[in-house]
Structure formats: structure tokens, C-alpha cells
């Protein structure tokens, strides 16, 4: 018994000794010219179709969470919503393919959905009503949302074999509900045409040049519809998985100015069920893997549709409803935040979360509408982090993610670092390529004490403003409660993010740290860092 003691005692202070390891680390931030821009609300989330009998894996977690029964006179949702001051929302998902308007010269009944074998996704058609439209963006316009709506791209079709849809789109219903939308005066952003009906679909496809063929069609009808409205609505397609001969076809066969943001969704976490979801998602690896779907769609519009611009329509890492116990809490936002970052860099102007309410990986609780971790992780990013892309080099461990843009509304630059490690506190000097001659590639990790040694002596970290500025930077460091990673309670500097009695969104406070000591990222912890002095040309 005394020997097993002191095994288990030993054991002990050897992950004492190991969860102590720190690593010294030179982050070089080239502020001189912005590698990539977003749009001004990147920051975007979604309202599905889904009905309250929507199940997966035993688990039916959506409620009452569709466009068509979701509580809009719920005061937590208004509160949440408007604390964006403008939260792009996009209407859209598996069953809008499915969904008629009443409206116009709608022959077919308009009835609810209900379950029914055979039909796509088990579920018939469904139906919005005009007045629970009315009431949809009375909601939007008092909450200052910006609405991108998915279309019906399947009405009119027919599917001729198992998955793969023909014929021409009827446009009929749609051309209806627009004008319909219009002479109510509901103001849309930007029209989708279609959910995951790209390649070899999700339950359904259509062809890329038939798709192509009826974006045009779409397109006249949207130009005809707002002909005295300055700007019209956008033009989004096609809402689906990336596939590269897919996607080349559809812009070469509309050709130029018809699409105006081409859109793809992202699940690279797999399965809601994989009991390996923690562990992807804290695999910088597994995380990296998806820069290839961006790398590869990046290219395919530079090359046949540059006058476009990328949009994640949908992404909430695990599908089928997302992962219960993982996606509704803390550790998801090592995986959300790190996408956010990296698709930034590649050009990705919207980026639409699965979801604003609904299934597990809502930004709000189904049931209570209380906020969940991830909605802090969205707020924090739309305040602080600009639409300028700005480049980061480093040669720290791939554990440690690094991303910065020039600061919202203000001088200067703000960091965002994501530390994957369950051992490791990494301690960063931030440097400013326009201040040192050095190129980081020809440090070696046998002289990197030394160089960083070298490099806080010789330059300043900040940049080259004047002195008398601000000597401190803000810090905003996120950690779960009771250092429980699948905690679905967020801390921001030590204190939980908890709804006001008044159930107003918890103000979202930084602490204020000496400008010129080193940023400290203890493991498993994320860290925005504003740098209000940062000397970055490309902000200006």
C-alpha cells in the first residue's frame, strides 16, 4: 500500500513538473499591408427549418428553434441579438428545398412540415406563411440583423434516380415571395440560391450547369425585381460542399457579375457522435486540414469568378445536429475561433455559424435562450478584431494558433491566440516586421533562447509610436469554469460570463497589462490582446 503510495505521489509531481513547461516564443506581426480583408460583419449566424421532431443519434435537440415557431417576443434572443449592433443572420438549411411561400399563385396546399418516409430528409414539404414572414423581419429590422435568405432551388424539379435532381427550376413562387418581400418593405441583404445541392449533394444534387442556368434566371428576376433600388440584394450560391469541377463549372457557365459571393460549408469535425470530437478538436493537425478546401476555393474564384467573394454560408464543426456535452460547451471554441482565424487569411469575407439558436451547437441555449460559450467567442471577435487581415510569423509549436487584424474602430492591432497544449504556457514577445532586419526562418531551435534574448534588447515590441501613448495593452483571456473543458461556462479574466438579472449580455471587460512584458498563454486557454500602439501602415 505505502509503495503504490508513492508511485501515485511521484506520478503526481511529474504532471506537476510537465504541466509547467513554458516556452519562450517571438511572434513577428508584418503590419505593413493587410494580406486579406473581411467584410465588416464577418461575424454571421444561421436559423434553420429544422421542426421540433428533428433527431439524431436518440437526441432531438432542436425545439422550437425554426424561422417558422421560433419565440421572437423572447427577450433573451432580442438581447443577444442586438448586442452585435449588426448580426448578419442567414436563413437556410437542409429544408429549405423543401419550403413553398404562400403567396401568389401557390396552387400546392401550405401546410407544415411533418415526418414522412421517402421524403428528403424524412420530412414533406413545409410552408412559410406571409404573416410569420411579416413578423420575422419585424424581428430583424427592430434588432438590426442583416438577412441573407436561402431560396428554394428544387421547386420545379424532379428527381430522375435516387439523389440527382432535374429539369429546369420553376421560378414562379420564388419571383412571388421576392415581390412579395418588396412591397412589404422587408429589407434583404442578399438572396441564396439552394442548400448542399453542389457535387454529389447532401440528399439531393443538381447539376452544375443546370444550377448555373437558374442562378442566371435568378439573377434577372433579383435585377428586374430591385431595377430602382440602389444597391440590390446580393446573389449567394450555392450554399453546398466544395467541389472543385462543381464549383470551376458554375462560374464559368454564369459568368461574370451574376454570383456576387460563393458560398461552401465546413464540417471538418465529423459526426455529432464521434466520441473522438475533443480530441480533433484540439489537434492542430486535424484543424490545418481544412486549409486545403480553403486554399483550393480561393483559387477556383480567383480563377473563373474573380469579380465574387468567399463566404462560409455554414459551418458548426460537427454535423448531424452537432456533438451533445461538446459542442454546447467551452472546448468548441478552440475549433470555432481557430476557423474564424483561418479563413480570414483566405479571403473569406462572411463566416455563418451553425447555429444562432437550434441543435447542440447553438450560440444560444434552445430551451432558456441563455448564451452559450461559443456566443462569447463570437462577440468578442466581431468587437475587437477588424476586417484587415494582417500576416503572422512564428516559429512556436503548431499548439500555439496565432491570428491578428487591425483593431476595430481604433489605432493599432489585436491578436488573437489560441494555446492547444495541455502542457505548455507559452510566453510571446510580440515584434513589429517593420522594426528589425531579421528573418525569423534562420533561427534554429538550439539558438532560439539567445535570439529572443537579443531581440527584446535591441527592439521595442510595441512599434515605433511615441512614448507617451498608452503604455498598456488590453488582455481578454478565456478559460472554462473550474478548469473543466467541457464546462458550458466561459470565464473572461478569471470571472464567469453570466446574463445580468436584467438578462442584458455581461459587459465584456479586459484587463489592462504593462505593454512591455511578455503575453503570457497558459495551456488550453485563448487569448484575444489588444495592442493599441502597434505601428501598422496597412490599418490606416
Not at 486554399?295 to 477556383?300: F, Y
Request: one cysteine or more.
Amino acid at each position: 500500500m505505502g509503495f503504490r503510495l508513492l508511485v501515485l505521489l511521484f506520478l503526481v509531481s511529474l504532471s506537476a513538473i510537465w504541466a509547467q513547461n513554458v516556452e519562450d516564443d517571438v511572434i513577428i506581426v508584418n503590419g505593413t499591408e493587410a494580406i486579406a480583408r473581411t467584410d465588416t460583419n464577418y461575424i454571421c449566424a444561421t436559423i434553420d427549418w429544422w421542426p421540433h421532431d428533428k433527431c439524431n443519434y436518440d437526441q432531438c435537440p432542436w425545439g422550437s428553434s425554426s424561422i417558422i415557431n421560433l419565440d421572437l417576443s423572447h427577450p433573451l434572443l432580442a438581447k443577444a441579438v442586438q448586442a452585435f449592433e449588426r448580426l448578419r443572420i442567414r436563413v437556410g438549411g437542409s429544408l429549405e428545398d423543401k419550403v413553398l411561400y404562400d403567396v401568389g399563385t401557390l396552387s400546392s396546399p401550405c401546410q407544415p412540415f411533418t415526418k414522412m418516409e421517402g421524403g428528403l430528409f424524412g420530412f414533406s414539404k413545409g410552408c412559410l406563411h406571409m404573416d410569420r414572414w411579416d413578423e420575422v423581419n419585424h424581428f430583424f429590422n427592430k434588432t438590426g440583423v442583416i438577412v441573407t435568405f436561402g431560396l428554394n432551388a428544387l421547386y420545379g424539379r424532379h428527381e430522375t434516380r435516387k439523389g440527382v435532381w432535374g429539369g429546369d427550376w420553376n421560378s414562379s413562387n420564388v419571383n412571388d415571395f421576392i415581390k412579395y418581400t418588396i412591397s412589404k418593405g422587408h429589407r434583404i441583404d442578399s438572396w441564396e440560391f439552394g442548400n448542399e445541392l453542389s457535387g454529389t449533394g447532401i440528399g439531393a444534387s443538381v447539376g452544375a450547369g443546370q444550377y448555373a442556368r437558374d442562378l442566371i434566371k435568378l439573377r434577372a428576376i433579383i435585377d428586374e425585381s430591385y431595377k430602382n433600388f440602389n444597391p440590390k440584394p446580393l446573389l449567394v450560391a450555392p450554399g453546398g460542399f466544395y467541389n472543385k469541377e462543381w464549383y470551376n463549372e458554375l462560374l464559368q457557365v454564369t459568368g461574370p457579375l451574376v454570383v456576387n459571393a460563393v458560398t461552401h460549408h465546413v464540417y471538418n469535425l465529423g459526426a455529432g457522435v464521434d466520441p473522438r470530437l475533443v480530441s480533433k478538436i484540439l489537434d492542430p493537425h486535424h484543424l490545418d486540414k481544412i486549409s486545403e478546401t480553403f486554399s483550393s476555393l480561393k483559387e477556383t474564384i480567383q480563377t473563373y469568378g474573380p469579380w465574387a467573394s468567399a463566404w462560409v454560408g455554414e459551418s458548426g464543426g460537427a454535423f448531424n445536429s452537432g456533438g451533445h456535452n461538446v459542442s454546447n460547451t467551452f472546448v468548441n471554441s478552440f475549433w470555432y475561433l481557430d476557423q474564424l482565424g483561418m479563413a480570414a487569411t483566405f479571403h473569406t469575407k462572411v463566416y455563418c455559424r451553425q447555429t444562432l439558436i437550434g441543435g447542440n451547437y447553438g450560440l444560444l441555449d434552445t430551451t432558456t435562450f441563455v448564451p452559450k460559450p461559443d456566443y462569447y467567442s463570437a462577440l468578442l471577435w466581431h468587437r475587437l478584431m477588424g476586417k484587415e487581415v494582417i500576416a503572422v510569423d512564428t516559429s512556436a509549436s503548431p499548439y500555439l494558433r496565432s491570428y491578428a487584424h487591425c483593431s476595430k474602430g481604433r489605432d493599432g492591432i489585436t491578436l488573437l491566440l489560441i494555446n492547444l497544449s495541455n502542457q505548455t504556457e507559452f510566453k510571446l514577445t510580440v515584434q513589429n516586421s517593420m522594426n528589425i532586419g531579421l528573418n525569423m526562418d534562420e533561427k534554429t531551435n538550439t539558438n532560439r533562447k539567445s535570439f529572443i534574448h537579443g531581440l527584446k534588447r535591441v527592439v521595442s515590441w510595441v512599434g515605433n509610436k511615441s512614448s507617451d501613448q498608452s503604455s498598456f495593452r488590453e488582455e481578454y483571456h478565456l478559460t472554462p469554469m473550474d478548469g473543466e473543458l467541457q464546462s458550458k461556462t466561459m470565464l473572461l479574466n478569471g470571472k464567469p460570463l453570466q446574463l445580468a438579472d436584467s438578462g442584458d449580455i455581461p459587459n465584456l471587460d479586459p484587463v489592462l497589462i504593462n505593454i512591455n512584458s511578455p503575453i503570457s498563454v497558459p495551456p488550453l486557454s485563448i487569448k484575444f490582446v489588444v495592442l493599441p500602439t502597434f505601428d501598422a501602415s496597412g490599418c490606416k
